[in-house]
């Protein structure tokens, strides 16, 4: 079946605009997971959601970082006013249930800040 | 919250030679360790993991082995190939107060470099 799917797989964007970046998880998948990954560094967990709700949000870097689920599929991560400081892979992941399981990946979206 | 240490972070061995990379954690509530493998330019893949109930798992070359005393775990590659060249990171949950486990903390991450 498909997979994770993340879009759009690239973006620029100067200094100051908002970015939007949207992920699908495979159908079915109640958990959803977002990370960021600066080049060649580990992977910075962001934010969790089951189902549509986020427990915990203090994993997002600054208050310009919101994220959203909706119907239990589709999440999306806004990021306000970017700075040349979040240009990173943003890597969406999902699980069937929870976080005691495997996580499947997306193939990211790669943002650069001009 | 979760603290994860990885080590080393990078590695180098020669073709058939065994690798171990190892990963101590800080919240003892934590009871489930994966290990990813991320190739260059690709995406992390889940490669073996294992729950505190069972100190070690293993799948072909590939072995997970936990001391939850110790608050450890280490992956162990056999008889290495090129093909294993990648970036590997370790992973805990984190039980928050009495909201349940809503974080996961991954290691920095290992480059692995197994030389023909």
């Known amino acids: 079946g498909a997979g994770v799917s993340q879009s759009p797989s690239n973006k620029v964007t100067e200094k100051g605009k908002d970015v939007e970046l949207r992920c699908d998880p495979i159908?079915?998948?109640?958990?959803l997971y977002w990370y960021r990954q600066s080049l060649g560094q580990g992977l910075e967990f962001l934010i969790y959601?089951?189902?549509?709700?986020?427990?915990?949000k203090s994993g997002l870097p600054s208050d310009r970082f919101s994220a959203e689920r909706t119907g239990g599929s589709v999440s999306t991560l806004t990021i306000q006013r970017t700075q040349q400081e979040d240009s990173a892979v943003y890597l969406c992941?999902?699980?069937?249930?929870?976080?005691?399981?495997?996580?499947?990946f997306g193939p990211g979206t790669r943002l650069l800040v001009l | 919250g979760e603290n994860v240490e990885q080590h080393p972070s990078t590695l180098s061995v020669q073709e058939g030679d065994s690798a171990v990379i190892k990963c101590t954690y800080s919240?003892?509530?934590?009871?489930?360790f994966p290990w990813y493998k991320q190739e260059l330019g690709k995406r992390p893949q889940l490669i073996i993991d294992?729950?505190?109930?069972?100190g070690e798992k293993k799948d072909q070359r590939i072995a997970v082995t936990l001391n939850k005393t110790a608050k450890h775990f280490s992956l162990h590659i056999t008889e290495t190939q090129p093909e294993d060249s990648a970036v590997y990171f370790c992973?805990?949950?984190?039980?928050?107060?009495?909201?349940?486990?809503?974080?996961?903390?991954f290691g920095i991450g290992t480059k692995l470099q197994v030389i023909p």
């Open positions: 159908s079915g998948h109640t958990a």
């Open positions: 992941a999902s699980s069937l249930i929870g976080l005691l399981e495997t996580q499947y």
């Open positions: 992973a805990a949950p984190s039980w928050v107060n009495s909201g349940g486990y809503q974080k996961v903390t």
């Open positions: 959601f089951q189902g549509n709700s986020a427990p915990d």
């Open positions: 919240d003892s509530a934590s009871n489930y």
């Open positions: 294992i729950r505190s109930n069972v």
